[in-house]
């Protein structure tokens, strides 16, 4: 029950999609700095875009996001939290790393996995730092890629039953890269609002 990278383009012609032309995107922050820059970013964005102060777990929410490491382990921050309420969710990240990638998903692409939950079912793994524990340069483009993998991952990727975008309406996504990668929270926040106007943003006006 995973999907492949969403860098795969495919076209659904003859089963068009149940879910609206993007999803909604919750960005969540549990420190003021994050909960400000997300909270300008997701003002210039077109497309549902919203901005929760407080845990991922918190929001109501198809699928998260997990700012992971190119081999899908699963011991530190965010991802760690995912581990411990998850359990199960690192092995299924580390084997679908192994089925697509050959055991290391590069920066720039995302697989997706269930968590064996009902809510959020899914979660959605964009490294942001091939080793674990990687401190990111001032100049990273990371949280870039790693966002813009994840959308493309909603509008590309299949599961197994069907369309990513068929089963996740909302996704619930933490700072990426800025917690032990270090990246300035405005940083990552200009990021992800160009990966999201790169997928989305031209063609879904407000």
Known sequence: MTADSGTHTGRE?????VSPRTPELVLCAVDEPLATAWTTAAEKLAG????????????????????ANSYGWMRGGIDAVYARAFPGVEQ???SAVLAFHGGELPIGEAVI??????EPAWL?????MREPGERLPADTV??????????LQWRDGRLDHGPVREFVETIAMP???TGVGGVDPAT???QVAAAWDEVFGSRHPR
């Not at 102060?53 to 918190?58: A, C, F, H, T």
Request: proline share 11%; charged share 15%; glycine share 10%.
């Open 175 to 177: 700072g990426l890269g």
């Open 48 to 67: 549902r875009v919203r901005v929760h102060r407080g845990s991922v777990l918190d929001v109501v929410a198809q699928a998260v996001v997990s700012p």
């Open 188 to 190: 990552c926040a200009r």
């Open 13 to 17: 012609g003859a089963h068009p999609p």
């Open 92 to 94: 299924s990240v580390r």
């Open 142 to 151: 990371h949280p870039y890629l790693a966002a813009r993998a994840v959308f």
């Open 113 to 118: 996995v269930p968590t064996g939950e009902a």
């Open 124 to 128: 959605i793994s964009a490294p942001t």
